[in-house]
């Protein structure tokens, strides 16, 4: 069962429309909400007059700002723990504006009325003014002198200092360098553009809210919303049904859930918002948007010495719960990808813009530390002379345990095998061939090399229990959760094998704070290894107590019981119970051993705070025309290291997924501002590229199976690392085929466009 390939159960129900998303599940006496929106990216809130939008037909209720305020309900919490130098300024930020407004989507005004198109009509008519001020939408403008200012206790725009590493030691390293590689590197806005929009539907009963949502985790937003609010826990139930995709972006609470709860608290009815497409790309979050210098140091043979990246960071207007921790923590903790590299300093400035703020996105900081370091090892064989491969094989790491320049312990991985297996797939003897004849088509050929090391946990510890229930089924619930990975085939797929019941038996049950009792959600790469696990360790006393009570039915003592295959047996005589018959006597008080309470159900908690190290190497082949700067994707290929494989087939899913987000970001996606005005220019799919199919060849991928010591599954997240691995991958493709015409450097997105206008600058 386990390393088996099987389709995903819970598909039956997603293609046949029975899925039910947060949409199908609003209540038929429920109100709808509207959120109205600041049009400026910053200008001060000089009045909101919404006494004629109150008296419009139909409408419930009109909360602003000052109406939340006179609540006693607080602002947003940022729990990020960065060790930064100096103080981490978190501003407040109200779920509706006060006083003044900081970037262009920030929700000013909440209407609640009987219909979505009534309350937005009295959202229109909602009378604000407004004082418009300068904005500043770039993190490295909004750093340097004379920038437009957000935030009075943030002089400079500066929200922290972050560094991390050892500065004399690459220092001396540099200094002692053969050679320096130094790059300006962009790491471009990106939109997360999951299927389904961000919606919620909330109510209040008198003494307890109920939040049903679309999100990736409820009991950390809980515990945000409860700070809110000044309310404990438990006065807060958080549930979330089927959720059409997150990607990072639904693991935080937004304004708009508080302002749901607020109205529902206020009306004594639910209260539903369901997001537009619009208002995802301006009051959501965005990901990614870090830039600055890199460079790399390296001796007389082409060995790495150090390496030192200045960063800036754009958070936007505000501190999001994780905003601060993405381009700090989690690039620390990946930079410097598969290489031996002694020395490392990162040092990260965080920059408040007039922008929706940044956090979390697929992969959160590690793709960003692989750009880098990838962009800079290529950039390094070109100097050198050294073939790609070469170059990276000969600094790779390959002696175990290994202990990273920023303090990475891992425990294994195949990185150079990675390599010599993606070569064998590539059939680099052939490019010159396959180059031939796209030239003679007009066009150009170029093939990109690169590897990628995913630090895989996300938050740590987890919880999990096994529940037998009457109608035969045994729950699975975890606190982790499911947001289309395929958790409800593959934890069956681990349950069937340890407890020896068919598949089919096991339900999972997720994302509900009244059913689970702990649990930090999805996101990290983290479900299989940290929340698996805790599922692993309640399965086993699941075990146990099914043990003492067969020892006592058989009258033996429970060392001489083996199990296996669902069937307790005497070593000795061969006698047995099936763990069914154990189920089922183990609720009759009367045939239990002294002292043990009805039933085999167990919970447990994984205390282990480890991580797991992915790897992969990725090779794509592109074609550009020079007339019209337009790139082709013709092939993509990868060998990648995932520990074991529960299900081959859903893990290949999975990276196939991400490797679509990072092509995109490598060709397609930016969000974008006018620098003047702080405008969103790509506020639509009309103006931000997804890629389609169109876009994607036959994405390649193999597996290389180094199982990791961290968990007793063996397992390495994957959820991420496509979106880790593609960027520098496809780009370094792109610049091999431009390089002929004497284009040598090139930021994402590598667009028709800005290709052609790369070609024509380096005048051919």
Known sequence: MIGESRR??????????????????????????????????????????????????????????????????????????VQTIGPLIVPDRPALAIDRVRHVGEPVAFVVAETAAQARDAAEAIAVEYDP????????????????QLWPQAPGNRAFRFERGDRAATEAAFARAARVIELDLVNNRLHAAPMEPRGAVAAWDGARFDLLFSGMGVHAIRRQLARVFGLPEEALHLRCPDVGGGFGMKNIPFPEHVALLAAARRLGRPVAWI?????????????????????????GEGRFLALHARMAADLGAYCTPYGPSCPTNSVSTAIGGVYAIPAILLEVEGAFTNSTPVDAYRGAGKPEANYLTERLVEAAARATGLDAVEIRRRNAIDAFPYRSATGMLMDGGRFRDNLADLERLLDREGFAARRAASEARGKLRGLGIACFLETSRGAPQEWAAVRFAPDGMVDLCTGTQSNGQGLET?????????????????????????????????GGARS??????????????????????????????????????GCFTVTATGAALTLDALIEASRD?????????????????????????????HAAEVEVDPETGTVTLCRYQAVDDYGSLVNPMLTRGQVQGGLA?????????????????????????MDYALPRAEHLPALEVAFGEAPTHSNPL?????????????????????????????????????????????IRAAGA
């Open 490 to 522: 593959s934890l069956a797929q681990i349950a069937a094998a340890w407890l020896g019941l068919e598949e089919s038996r096991f339900r999972l049950v997720q994302a509900d704070t009244g059913r689970t009792a702990f649990g930090n959600g999805h």
């Open 661 to 685: 987000q990072g092509i995109g970001q490598a060709l397609l996606e930016r969000i974008a501002h006018d620098p003047e005005t702080g405008q969103l220019l790509s506020a639509s799919f």
């Open 133 to 148: 001020l300068p904005a500043v939408v770039d993190s490295r403008a909004a750093l340097a002198p004379g920038a437009p």
């Open 528 to 565: 299989l290894h940290v929340g698996a696990t805790a599922l692993v360790l309640a399965m086993e006393r699941v075990i146990d107590k099914a043990r003492r009570l067969a020892a006592h039915l058989l009258q033996v003592a429970p060392a001489s019981i083996d199990f296996a295959e």
């Open 589 to 617: 008080p009367r045939d239990l051993p002294e002292g043990m309470e009805p039933g085999l159900d167990a919970e447990a908690m994984n205390l282990s705070e480890l991580v797991t190290f992915p790897s992969g190497a």
């Open 275 to 299: 997001a537009e497409q619009t208002e995802e790309f301006q009051g959501a979050v965005h990901g990614r948007d870090l830039q600055g210098v890199a460079r790399l140091a390296l001796d």
């Open 8 to 81: 995903r159960t819970e598909d039956a129900r997603f293609l046949t429309g029975q899925g039910r998303y947060v949409a199908d599940l609003v209540p038929a006496d429920a109100l709808h909400g509207v959120v109205l929106r600041s049009p400026h990216a910053h200008a001060r809130l000089l009045a909101v007059e919404a006494g004629a939008a109150r008296s419009m037909p139909g409408v419930a209720l009109v909360l602003t700002g000052a109406d939340l305020a006179a609540e006693g309900i607080g602002p947003l919490p940022c729990p990020a723990v």
């Open 714 to 758: 063996g397992v390495k997240g994957v959820g991420q690392a496509g979106a880790i691995g593609a960027p520098q991958t496809v780009m370094h493709a792109v610049l091999d085929a431009l390089r002929p015409l004497g284009v040598t450097e090139l930021q994402m997105p590598a667009t028709a466009e800005k290709v052609w206008r790369a």
